[in-house]
């Protein structure tokens, strides 16, 4: 089981036992296995919102291992995204010419049990991601960099400044991204440190933040969220469409519209990808499409985000709406130059009724 870093910026983690006990579930032999495929963490807060006394309850399911994680998974996909042939370092992938994903860190302040990265890896050793971003300074017309993990907001202030001022130097980049889900599991994480470090980067940060469940968006997420927007830095999201946990018409458009009450912009609802032992958490394309197309009479255009497929070709995302179903099942789009991407979905399990 991977351990807590003393360089780990965030509150501290409840003891595991004491975890369990309050999502009334057992630390046993099964979560024990389960956490050496992708660990257990749980900051106090986020426990806070979820139902102990509910076998169903949403935010349990994503915090809590199943068995199913550890059993065979004939629907899962080795790669679930193409990220395996698109790497140029260890710690940098690039599926488009303009923008590559930098992994700062393999770390989480939570580990949601839906995660494509589950596999881990090691840390970044020291100099490692210095040399990893003086590689890209020789990708010609790379303009936009993406913090990725893990979530790279466990890293310390002080080291995000250094990244920043390391980023800085690749001579054609124009903006920087941030993708964490810290301010849902760890607001306190939202510091005038932070803001700081923000304000110290040489180049625009964007950042998405990863909500999945209208009860994240409690009063402590709020307050993180107003601090960062007051600081001037814009803010998107982007959500997981996860089978017992959003997958309704309501309770999304609860999410997206408030998101975008809080100035917060939804960006995309990605369809789940298909990583071993996450078969609780799928959808097929004809039930998410149905969501999505029964979701745009329930939101305003603007807080309404793309729904995509991240491709297990490696050629990235797609709008799901582009896509056509040759056959049932199997989906294919074409994609820029003239290749043709295909994609075999599995069969539907509760077609959308409208409910």
């Given at each position: 089981m991977r351990r807590e870093s003393s360089f780990m910026s965030g509150s501290p983690a409840l003891p595991l036992e004491e975890a369990a006990r309050r999502l009334g579930v057992s630390w046993d032999?099964?979560?024990?296995?389960?956490?050496?495929?992708?660990?257990?963490?749980?900051?106090?807060?986020?426990?806070?919102?979820?139902?102990?006394?509910?076998?169903?309850?949403?935010?349990?399911?994503?915090?809590w291992p199943h068995p199913e994680e550890l059993e065979a998974d004939p629907e899962a996909v080795p790669d679930p995204v193409g990220e395996g042939g698109r790497r140029l370092h260890r710690l940098v992938l690039q599926k488009y010419a303009d923008r590559a994903l930098l992994l700062v860190t393999e770390r989480c302040h939570f580990y949601c049990r839906f995660c494509f990265r589950a596999d881990g890896?090691?840390?970044?050793?020291?100099?490692?991601?210095?040399?990893?971003?003086?590689?890209?300074a020789?990708?010609?017309?790379?303009?936009?960099?993406?913090?990725?993990?893990?979530?790279?907001?466990?890293?310390?202030?002080?080291?995000?400044?250094e990244l920043f001022a390391l980023c800085g130097e690749l001579p054609e980049l124009e903006t920087l991204r941030i993708h964490t889900r810290a301010p849902i599991h760890d607001p306190a994480r939202v510091d005038d440190g932070l803001l700081t470090a923000l304000e110290s980067a040489p180049l625009p940060v964007w950042t998405v933040v990863h909500a999945t469940h209208p009860r994240e968006l409690r009063a402590s997420v709020l307050g993180a969220l107003a601090k960062w927007r007051r600081g001037g830095f814009p803010l998107m999201s982007q959500s997981v469409l996860l089978r017992g946990v959003n997958d309704d018409v309501g309770t999304l458009a609860a999410l997206f519209r408030g998101l975008y009450r809080e100035g917060v912009k939804p960006y995309y609802?990605?369809?789940?990808?298909?990583?071993?032992?996450?078969?609780?958490?799928r959808l097929s394309l004809t039930e998410g499409l149905a969501l999505y197309r029964a979701l745009r009479e329930s939101v305003p255009g603007p807080a309404l985000p793309r729904y995509v497929l991240d491709l297990p070709d490696g050629t990235g995302k797609v709008p799901v709406e582009s896509l056509v179903e040759e056959e049932p099942g199997l989906w294919s789009v074409l994609r820029p130059g003239g290749r043709r991407s295909v994609y075999r979905d599995i069969a539907p399990r509760h077609p959308?009724?409208?409910?």
């Open positions: 032999a099964m979560a024990r296995r389960a956490a050496r495929r992708l660990p257990l963490r749980f900051p106090e807060e986020y426990l806070e919102i979820v139902d102990p006394e509910d076998p169903e309850d949403p935010l349990r399911r994503i915090a890896g090691r840390e970044p050793a020291p100099g490692e991601l210095a040399e990893a971003i003086a590689l890209l020789k990708r010609p017309g790379l303009r936009e960099l993406i913090f990725s993990g893990g979530d790279p907001l466990v890293l310390p202030n002080a080291r995000l400044e609802l990605h369809h789940p990808d298909r990583i071993a032992g996450t078969a609780r958490f959308y009724t409208g409910s």
